[in-house]
T-cell receptor
Framework: KNEVEQSPQNLTAQEGEFITINCSYS?????LHWLQQHPGGGIVSLFM???GKKKHGRLIATINIQEKHSSLHITASHPRDSAVYIC???????????FGGGTRVLVKP | EPEVTQTPSHQVTQMGQEVILRCVPI?????FYWYRQILGQKVEFLVS????????KSEIFDDQFSVERPDGSNFTLKIRSTKLEDSAMYFC?????????FGSGTRLTVV
């Protein structure tokens, strides 16, 4: 059974600060997803990673397959980045996602 | 950009009633899923559907639940005899090898 753990659970930053969210998982995966959930509840896919690093705007996601660890970085954070960020692991055996508990990010102006 | 569409956005039902949650996945996606999120908890996998049949289901997905793809576009989750603990946000999703897309969810409240 894959366990997915995130840290921290909550994070408050000042506008402009660099933010890092960590995710670790317990078994081999085919891909690691980073998702964003806004207060209304909807989930938006940010990245899907199977190796290395991806960048989209101010968001950077990295994964270390050997360490079973992934990070999501937000550079030059802005209040509109305030949301819950969730990592989810897709196992090699199937396509379902196992979710972490989420990191609630608040960026203050 | 293609979207996964879910209806209704909110549903309130009496305990013991049956509900049907509806989803229109992205047309060229191959796998379809239902997930749920009880308030304050992690998102949990319920069931995946491929090639017109269930490919995997969780322990949560018992006889109370069923899924159907009644035509070429809709994908439904039926919950029979709802219980208070079925109150949650239910997400439909669809996927291809290079990505996953979630619907905006149906908030189900059982009273």
């Amino acid at each position: 059974k894959n366990e997915v753990e995130q840290s921290p659970q909550n994070l408050t930053a000042q506008e402009g600060e660099f933010i890092t969210i960590n995710c670790s998982y317990s078994v081999g995966i085919s891909a690691l997803h980073w998702l964003q959930q806004h207060p209304g509840g909807g989930i938006v896919s940010l990245f899907m990673l199977s190796s290395g690093k991806k960048k989209h705007g101010r968001l950077i996601a990295t994964i270390n397959i050997q360490e079973k660890h992934s990070s999501l970085h937000i550079t030059a954070s802005h209040p509109r980045d305030s949301a819950v960020y969730i990592c989810a692991a897709r196992t090699a055996a199937g396509n379902k996602l196992t979710f972490g508990g989420g990191t609630r990010v608040l960026v203050k102006p | 950009e293609p979207e996964v569409t879910q209806t209704p956005s909110h549903q309130v039902t009496q305990m013991g009633q049956e509900v049907i949650l509806r989803c229109v996945p992205i047309s060229n996606h191959l796998y379809f899923y239902w997930y749920r999120q009880i308030l304050g908890q992690k998102v949990e996998f319920l069931v995946s559907f491929y090639n017109n049949e269930i490919s995997e289901k969780s322990e949560i997905f018992d006889d109370q639940f069923s899924v159907e793809r009644p035509d070429g576009s809709n994908f439904t989750l039926k919950i029979r005899s709802t219980k208070l603990e079925d109150s949650a946000m239910y997400f439909c999703a669809s996927s291809r090898p290079n990505g996953y897309t979630f619907g905006s969810g149906t908030r189900l409240t059982v009273v």
